[in-house]
């Protein structure tokens, strides 16, 4: 079968959470060259204004498209919240895909009693970027947002299972318990690190919609459907450009990804 | 009386924890101006490597002396123990004050028993700096130390008097409660604001040291000693830099300080 198209597709967060979404797209896409970008040495993003996280995404997109890459992947919900229309005007050659439009489409596929939660840091909470697009899908919805910022937090300390991660969640997710949703969007790419307390937390019955998996649909959607695909037999390389040396994001990556990663530093 | 020397003093540290320090600065120096720069488009230092906050700290002194300040206060632990030397070598032609040689002075007298415990952030405790510095004055010390990277988190939440602070501070202090230490450093800017959980756990005849009040007394020192004073009767103007325009700096400084602050932003 021919080699239709053999770039890598870039991928980038502010940090480490963006991994969740490389696990999916290895999953799905497991021949496609990968290159990552975490910056780590401004991390993380989810405090700072609308106008800085425009500029540092510009700057990786910019950055990844001399790379090479056939497509950029926006693996973080703040930047997915809160710059994605305005990097799609400014690189429209090259196909940009964020992570809040496939989550609000799983979340919509999921629901059922009308009543969706979104999760999130407090840049993507504020921008109720999630709240906006859900809506515009279907008036009838009732939304109820929750900013948690201890959450990343607690996952980059490694805390996933402490019992204060399960106070944490008590705390947040109080008013999520009492709203009668059926649905939970994960609504940072770091969440679904959490997936266990917070369905703990939760109860079974309610469907968390983590958007890694739904991304990853996607982007193979799209590469199929544009004739990107890769077409390799071997497994695809994955080479991760981080703005900071950072050995957690290299243990965390270790842990995640079960492959060898190229690690190269780039400073803005 | 002659006015000797009008020129503001010039303070940084990557978000808000330095306000604590500027908050002594102001009992102790009434009358001094004050240029601040609060780095919050790349904040929290804490978990960077030392050679990026050595170019952030660089950035920020040459900015700070563009602006005619007369001293730089480094009010950071993070970078007064991975670059304060780096700092001093660099731009000679200033006074440069940190918080962590204040700190070792205070720790040394309160300290009874010989055992002294230092919290901080990872990349602070990481350095050594403090154990170093400790030793060097008195090699018979013992010293403890702990990184404790969710304090910072917590106080930035605004939950320093919050169920999840205490539960977080057994977790974090149970290693120093058992090495029977009289004095603990609060290692970094932020963790005054915990003092009352740090001292709940701990226990009452435990000295806490923070090093904000010993910074201004030696700044205090130097600035009589190099006749760099202001002499003025009326209260010194606070002008804050910020290189990301955040409200919950401004909310954390009009509550810390009782005055009115020009905020201005700078992007490097």
Redesign the interface.
């Known amino acids: 079968m021919q080699n239709k198209n053999p770039k890598p597709i870039g991928i980038f967060d502010s940090g480490i959470g963006g991994l969740t979404v490389v696990k999916e797209i290895k999953r799905f896409l497991p021949g496609e060259d990968l290159v990552y970008f975490g910056d ?4 993380p993003y989810g ?3 609308s ?2 996280v425009k ?1 540092y995404a510009s700057e990786i997109t910019s950055f990844l498209i001399k790379q090479n890459v056939k497509m950029i992947v926006v693996a973080c919900n703040t930047v997915s919240s809160l710059a994605l229309e305005y990097l799609r005007k400014k690189f429209s050659s090259i196909p940009i895909i964020g992570v809040v439009e496939p989550g609000v489409r799983a979340a919509i596929n999921s629901n059922k009693n009308k009543r969706i939660g979104i999760i999130g840091t407090v840049a993507t909470i504020n921008s109720h970027t999630y709240e906006n697009l859900l809506l515009k899908k279907d008036p009838s919805l009732k939304i109820f947002e929750k900013p948690c ?2 959450f990343v ?2 996952v ?2 490694g ?1 996933e299972s ?3 991660a399960e ?2 969640a008590e ?1 947040y997710l109080s008013y999520l318990k009492k709203s009668k949703i059926d649905t939970l969007v994960l609504g940072c790419t770091h969440y679904p690190l959490l997936k266990p307390v917070i369905s703990k937390v939760m109860g079974d019955s309610i469907k968390l919609v983590d958007s890694a998996e739904e991304t990853a649909i996607l982007i193979k959607e799209i590469i199929l459907k544009n004739n990107l695909s890769e077409k390799k037999q071997r497994k695809g390389k994955i080479t991760c450009w981080l ?4 050995l ?1 994001f290299i243990k965390a990556a270790e842990r995640l990804l079960d492959q060898n990663i190229r690690i190269l530093q780039k ?1 803005f």
Chains 1, 2 share one sequence.
């Open positions: 780590t040495a401004r991390a405090i700072k204004s106008d800085t500029i910022p201890l937090s607690l980059e300390e805390w402490h019992k204060v106070l944490v705390e703005s900071d040396r950072s957690f400073r």
